[in-house]
Nanobody
Framework: QVQLAESGGGLVQAGGSVTLSCSAS????????MGWFRQAPGKEREFVAA????????YYADSVKGRFTISRDNAKNMVYLQMNSLKPEDTAVYYC????????????????WGQGTPVTVAS
């Protein structure tokens, strides 16, 4: 079992930056891929970014590539999502997820989820 808890969301102006954090507890954190997903009101949950067990490989949705950066610290059981140049369309609840299926860009590829943290980007 892995328990995940996101933090760092809030209200930010367009063009601004925010860093989301995900704290993990439980067993073998470093054995999981970690991902960030988001869900805007009235829309389906969508993939944002993912990072491999070691942190050596990262993956991004086209909509955030070049603006968002995912990272992890296995010693601290933490995952981060640095979000720059935010746009109103980035407004959503952001979820941290852990999985080891290898299907990193779909929600079904993850076994554990946090409760989410809302990010609102004001224009």
């Amino acid at each position: 079992q892995v328990q995940l808890a996101e933090s760092g969301g809030g209200l930010v102006q367009a063009g601004g930056s925010v860093t989301l954090s995900c704290s993990a507890s439980g067993r073998a954190f470093s054995s999981y891929y970690m991902g960030w997903f988001r869900q805007a009101p009235g829309k389906e949950r969508e993939f944002v970014a993912a990072i491999s067990w070691s942190g050596g490989d990262t993956y991004y949705a086209d909509s955030v590539k070049g603006r968002f950066t995912i990272s992890r610290d296995n010693a601290k059981n933490m995952v981060y999502l640095q979000m720059n140049s935010l746009k109103p369309e980035d407004t959503a609840v952001y979820y941290c997820a852990a999985g080891n299926t290898g299907y990193i860009q779909i929600a079904e590829g993850y076994d554990y989820w946090g409760q989410g943290t809302p990010v609102t980007v004001a224009s």
